[in-house]
């Protein structure tokens, strides 16, 4: 595709649920980040993807989220038992290379947790 | 791993004056650093970046400055424009283990008409 597209662009669930976030990174990238970002703040590192290696999972806050990379493409980022706390911006990026040279970001999924 | 400070966390200016914001990285080993702006309600999108073996590197309004031995880079716009309003993010990546990028925490540069 041209960009890197996340799914879906808005989710609202209640307290307890589990959701699922996609990612579609650009064809060819072998980089891939996840981010939260709560309104008006920073961007928290989540989880680095990079081509076979092991995922860098040092940003995930709980056991509750975890994320997976298949055929080193798609990425979904799962949120379980969700709570209140979890409600933000979750962006994905892609890079061609190693170490997020010239990121392109997705245009997040806004998730509210009520 | 990687830390890097911003400063500051708001910045007001007069359009038509420059805006500097500061990063203070702790991996002497960090090779590229890259500033993303973010827009009101937009995704980050890289605006200027740097490598270890540049001092400066500008691009039309602004410019970034890296000096190496104090671990610090700046962002610099000149004659600023109200579309220079948004959320500034630098970030630095180390040149040893998974190379993954490390964000500062943003300055919200707001240019006053």
């Known amino acids: 595709g041209a960009g890197v597209s996340q799914s879906p662009s808005n989710k609202v669930t209640e307290k307890g649920k589990d959701v699922e976030l996609r990612c579609d990174p650009i064809?060819?990238?072998?980089?891939l980040y996840w981010y939260r970002q709560s309104l008006g703040q920073g961007l928290e590192f989540l989880i680095y993807?990079?081509?076979?290696?092991?995922?860098?999972k040092s940003g995930l806050p709980s056991d509750r989220f975890s994320a997976e990379r298949t055929g080193g493409s798609v990425s979904t980022l799962t949120i379980q038992r969700t709570q209140q706390e979890d409600s933000a911006v979750y962006l994905c990026?892609?890079?061609?290379?190693?170490?997020?040279?010239?990121?392109?970001f997705g245009s997040g999924t806004q998730l509210s947790v009520l | 791993g990687e830390n890097v400070e911003q400063h500051p966390s708001t910045l007001s200016v007069q359009e038509g004056d420059s805006a500097v914001i500061k990063c203070t990285y702790s991996d002497s080993a960090s090779n590229y650093f890259p500033w993303y702006k973010q827009e009101l309600g937009k995704r980050p999108q890289l605006i200027i970046d740097i490598r270890s073996n540049v001092g400066e590197k500008k691009d039309q309004r602004i410019a970034v400055t890296l000096n190496k031995t104090a671990k610090h880079f700046s962002l610099h716009i000149t004659e600023t424009q109200p579309e220079d309003s948004a959320v500034y993010f630098c970030?630095?990546?180390?040149?040893?283990?998974?190379?993954?990028?490390?964000f500062g925490t943003g300055t919200r540069l707001t240019i006053i008409p």
């Open positions: 993807f990079q081509g076979n290696s092991a995922p860098d």
């Open positions: 064809s060819g990238h072998t980089a």
């Open positions: 970030a630095a990546r180390s040149n040893f283990g998974n190379e993954k990028l490390t």
């Open positions: 990026a892609s890079s061609f290379d190693r170490g997020g040279e010239k990121l392109f």
